[in-house]
C-alpha cells in the first residue's frame, strides 16, 4: 500500500521569507501523481500544484514550486515570498495514476503559520 | 474552476437519528465521487468510493450500514450517516472526479456534523 508522510507537523515562516515543506512516500509504482493541497481555516481543500512523476521538470505555480526527486521519493514544497494568507494547513497526496476513480492517500499534514 | 457544492455545511443531531450529506458538482458530470472524514488537525481519511449507478466501495474498517451512499446520478451522491452517536461527530468532506479525466478532483467545502 501507497504511504506518504509528512514529518513537520507545525512550521513557521515569517513574511516575505522561504519556507519549505517535507514529504515523502513510498510506492512500488512508477507512474503516478503527487499534490500539494492547502486548507485555510475555511477548510475548503485547494489545491496548490501538482506533479506527473513521469516528469523531470519541477512544477512550479507563481510563489510554490517543488522539490520533486523521484528517486529518493520525496517530494517537498518551496513557498517563497510568504504571505499571511498562506497560514493553512497543508496536505501532501500521492494518486495512482493508471487507473479511473483511484484514489487519493494523504499524508498527516503541516500546519503553516506566517509571522507578520 | 469546477465547483462541487455540499450541503449541509454544518447540522448538529441528536444521538439516534439520521442525518444526509450532499454532494453535487455543479458544471460538470461525476463517474466517481469521494468520501473523506477529518477529525480536528488531522488528515482526511477516505471513507469510501462511489461510482454513478453501481455500489461503494468501503474502506477497511468503515461501516457500509452505518455509513450509507448512494451515487444516482453523475451529479449527485450522498452519504447518509445513519443512527448517529456521538463518535460521529466529524467534519465529512466529498470530492469528485471529471468524468473522462483522470486528473481533475474537485473538492466540496465540507460538512461539519455534530451529535449530541
Known amino acids: 500500500a501507497q504511504t506518504v508522510t509528512q514529518s513537520q507537523p507545525e512550521m513557521s515562516v515569517q513574511e516575505a521569507e522561504t519556507v519549505t515543506l517535507s514529504c515523502t512516500y513510498d510506492t512500488s509504482e512508477s507512474d503516478y501523481y503527487l499534490f500539494w493541497y492547502k486548507q485555510p481555516p475555511s477548510r475548503q481543500m485547494i489545491l496548490v500544484i501538482r506533479?506527473?512523476?513521469?516528469?523531470?521538470q519541477n512544477a512550479t505555480e507563481n510563489r510554490f514550486s517543488v522539490n520533486f526527486q523521484k528517486a529518493a521519493k520525496s517530494f517537498s514544497l518551496k513557498i517563497s515570498d510568504s504571505q499571511l494568507g498562506d497560514a493553512a494547513m497543508y496536505f501532501c497526496a500521492y494518486r495512482r495514476r493508471v487507473e479511473y476513480g483511484n484514489k487519493l492517500v494523504f499524508g498527516a499534514g503541516t500546519i503553516l503559520r506566517v509571522k507578520s | 474552476g469546477a465547483v462541487v457544492s455540499q450541503h449541509p455545511s454544518r447540522v448538529i443531531c441528536k444521538s439516534g437519528t439520521s442525518v444526509k450529506i450532499e454532494c453535487r458538482s455543479l458544471d460538470f458530470q461525476a463517474t466517481t465521487m469521494f468520501w473523506y472524514r477529518q477529525f480536528p488537525k488531522q488528515s482526511l481519511m477516505l471513507m469510501a468510493t462511489s461510482n454513478e449507478g453501481s455500489k461503494a466501495t468501503y474502506e477497511q474498517g468503515v461501516e457500509k450500514d452505518k455509513f450509507l451512499i448512494n451515487h444516482a446520478s453523475l451529479t449527485l451522491s450522498t452519504l447518509t450517516v445513519t443512527s448517529a452517536h456521538p463518535e460521529d461527530s466529524s467534519f465529512y468532506i466529498c470530492?469528485?472526479?471529471?468524468?473522462?479525466?483522470?486528473?481533475?478532483?474537485?473538492f466540496g467545502s465540507g460538512t461539519q456534523l455534530s451529535v449530541l
Open positions: 470530492s469528485a472526479r471529471v468524468s473522462g479525466s483522470n486528473e481533475k478532483l474537485f
Open positions: 506533479q506527473e512523476a513521469y516528469k523531470q
